[in-house]
């Protein structure tokens, strides 16, 4: 597959998880140098640090398939790495090494807020920062959490699904209280992301929930009786109850501010009824104006990310700007980065995954995300000049006089070798340090 007017051609990708791994793998097949930079030690991103411990069938099969990637000679791993007006290295100054193009896929490391009075109380968090938490996620592993008994996640998809897991299977809490703004017909989860703890579900209360939001539901066209029957056929292949955890669904309710005691930590939220509306197709929450309090010792917010700032890129509604114009189109979606002030793209700057559009899909996503954004690059190319192999020394080159170790693809098969060791030796599906230090003492790093 290699095309000799690309062979000469060498890429940047910034970020190691699923978007940037297979377009690294999409570039190189045809030919193509590729450097690619990540912020933590090990590669992967949230298929590594995002997926629920238990399934490590999943993570395994996704491991092997990085592993795959990476062994390709023309792919370059650096890890340890950390890319931000304020890191290891700017962006300005990878663009001055000379690679004919850049791909952000750093994912969406910005956390997206409410702008509620109470958000920044003891006892409150954002879901990715718990999630890296019990994936073992440095430095987030950490980090103290002061998880109560009785907590509210705000958001009803995957994300909550996976967390209300961790409170119920793990920490085992009284009461787990999933918030939504909109109706039942909304819920974002999938069935089998559900069914590991559908048997803590107080059925009474999930269909006094549907019974109250029915009139509005059918009032836009919807069959409260489907959603009704999603959820109690989740319930009947539910999991066997791991904990006495009360686990609720409560739908139209938006907070409107967080509610603390005299410490400084959360005590309860205040929240808004909300109505349902159909806008343009699209169902919407409306405030009544009603107000309701609920007792919560704990809030999550699992209500999507944001990306970084910090990178130096133009951000406009939580995520880069791209061009609203492709000129390298890939089923319609531009992968261009773009600057509004100037009206202009972004020369050879190119976004996939979470990075192009924050929380959007699990892995096979933001997969396939990442190989179209390798093919708009790849058309990119074909007006290029082929710049060698020189930006991959002068990127080894600045690697080489940071005062903090790098990780190559050498180091993670000794990582992974120790690793895999210690788990046999304490009898585990699997073992991961708790810390950058332990994994760069372990290689002979530290």
């Not at 069935?191 to 703890?197: V, W």
């Not at 009544?288 to 990178?311: C, S, Y």
């Not at 890129?313 to 114009?325: F, H, I, R, T």
């Not at 690793?419 to 810390?435: G, I």
């Amino acid at each position: 597959m290699e095309n000799p007017v690309l062979s000469g051609c060498s890429v940047l990708i910034i970020g190691a998880g699923p978007a940037g791994l297979f377009a690294a793998r999409e570039l190189a097949v045809r030919g193509i140098q590729v450097a690619v930079l990540n912020r933590d030690i090990k590669p992967g991103g949230l298929a590594e640090y995002g997926i629920f411990p238990d399934k490590y069938k999943m993570k395994d099969g996704l491991r092997c398939q990085f592993k795959q990637i990476l062994a390709n000679e023309l792919v370059q791993y650096y890890g340890n790495v950390q890319v931000s007006q304020q890191g290891d290295l700017k962006l300005e100054q990878l663009r001055e090494m000379g690679f004919n193009a850049i791909l952000i896929a750093a994912g969406a490391q910005g956390t997206k807020r409410l702008g509620i009075p109470g958000e920044d109380l003891r006892g409150v968090y954002h879901a990715k920062d718990l999630v890296y938490h019990y994936n073992h996620l440095p430095p987030f592993s950490q980090m103290h959490f002061e998880i109560g008994q009785r907590i509210g996640v705000v958001g009803v998809g995957n994300v909550m699904a996976d967390i209300a897991h961790y409170l119920i299977g793990y920490l085992h809490a009284q009461e787990v209280i999933a918030i939504a703004r909109r109706g039942p017909g909304e819920i974002k989860f999938d069935r089998k992301e559900i069914e590991p703890i559908a048997a803590n579900v107080d059925v009474q209360v999930l269909d006094e929930e549907i019974e109250r939001a029915a009139p509005l539901m059918e009032a836009i066209g919807q069959d409260p009786q489907k959603t009704k029957a999603f959820l109690h056929a989740a319930i009947e292949k539910a999991q066997p109850c791991c904990s006495s955890t009360h686990f609720m669904l409560r739908f139209l309710l938006s907070p409107i501010r967080i509610l603390g005691d005299e410490n400084g930590r959360v005590c309860g939220v205040e929240l808004e009824e909300n109505t349902l509306v159909k806008v343009n197709g699209e169902v919407k929450a409306r405030g009544t104006g009603r107000k309701v309090t609920m007792d919560l010792d704990t809030i999550i917010f699992a209500i999507g990310d944001a990306v970084d700032p910090q990178l130096g890129l133009p951000v406009s509604g939580g995520e880069y700007a791209k061009n609203p114009n492709p000129r390298f189109p890939v089923e319609g979606i531009s992968y261009e980065l773009y600057d509004p002030q100037s009206d202009k793209p972004l020369e050879g700057l190119f976004v996939a995954g979470w990075a192009r559009q924050a929380s959007t899909g699990l892995v096979g996503i933001t997969r396939r995300d990442g190989c179209n954004a390798a093919h708009a690059i790849l058309q990119y190319l074909q007006t290029a000049q082929p710049a060698g192999s020189l930006p991959m020394e002068r990127l080894r080159h600045v690697l080489g006089r940071l005062k903090k170790p790098v990780i190559t693809k050498d180091d993670l098969e000794k990582l992974e070798r120790v690793e895999r060791q210690r788990a046999e030796e304490l009898s585990l599906p699997e073992f991961k340090f708790d810390t950058n230090e332990e994994m760069l003492a372990a290689i002979g790093k530290a």
